[in-house]
T-cell receptor
Framework: DAGITQSPRHKVTETGTPVTLRCHQT?????MYWYRQDPGHGLRLIHY???????DKGEVSDGYSVSRSKTEDFLLTLESATSSQTSVYFC???????????FGAGTRLSVL | AQKITQTQPGMFVQEKEAVTLDCTYD???????LFWYKQPSSGEMIFLIY??????QNATEGRYSLNFQKARKSANLVISASQLGDSAMYFC???????????????FGKGTLLTVNP
């Protein structure tokens, strides 16, 4: 157990509404990641963080923003949700000196 | 071009037999790492095994081994003595650039759905 909690686990929202997903970790890991998983695409990186207030874009960052104001929390925000953002969102962590990424349980988001 | 290619959308294997899941990768970086993850129907992503590009020996973790053929750019996962609980989606992934303390991202393949038959 890598001590990662994602919330909410499930969410249904309407097009145009803002949505924030939270990733919380308890083991002081420096690196945190947000991925989305869609059928036929595997997992694709949205944004990642390499420290407090240090973030960068991934492969599919359009329409998403992130924030990391403290080590334990990495927030993913959809400013104005669209149906194309219906997906399963995974948070991951990686420790300093460790090559392995460990994943949270995922958040299933439906945008109607 | 895809960086990670998993050519088998689905595979079937009999319980207790061995199975190989294929993964080829594309990178020009001399330093990279290859990973396999398992995703059962419950949805969580479970790390299985890791191979670094400079590792001399193939990685093994219990019933899992990674058949690393650097010249062919392949990193196939071998599961020995399959069990019903091995039925899941399996993802191959790669990180490019230095590992350890440096910053890196993972690129995933599209996955292979393995079904173990009794």
């Amino acid at each position: 157990d890598a001590g990662i909690t994602q919330s909410p686990r499930h969410k249904v929202t309407e097009t145009g509404t803002p949505v924030t997903l939270r990733c919380h970790q308890t083991e002081n890991h420096r690196y945190m990641y947000w991925y989305r998983q869609d059928p036929g695409h595997g997992l694709r990186l949205i944004h990642y963080s390499y420290g407090v207030k240090d973030t960068d874009k991934g492969e599919v960052s359009d329409g998403y923003s992130v924030s990391r104001s403290k080590t334990e929390d990495f927030l993913l925000t959809l400013e104005s949700a669209t149906s194309s953002q219906t997906s399963v969102y995974f948070c991951a962590i990686r420790g300093q000196g460790d090559d392995i990424q460990y994943f949270g349980a995922g958040t299933r988001l439906s945008v109607l | 071009a895809q960086k990670i290619t998993q050519t088998q959308p689905g595979m079937f294997v009999q319980e207790k037999e061995a199975v190989t899941l294929d993964c080829t990768y594309d990178t020009s970086d001399p330093s990279y790492g290859l990973f396999w993850y398992k995703q059962p129907s419950s949805g969580e992503m479970i790390f299985l095994i890791y191979q670094g590009s400079y590792d001399q020996q193939n990685a093994t973790e219990g019933r899992y081994s990674l058949n690393f053929q650097k010249a062919r750019k392949s990193a196939n996962l071998v599961i020995s003595a399959s069990q019903l609980g091995d039925s899941a989606m399996y993802f191959c992934a790669m990180r490019e650039g230095g590992g350890g303390g440096s910053n890196y991202k993972l690129t995933f393949g599209k996955g292979t759905l393995l079904t173990v038959n009794p």
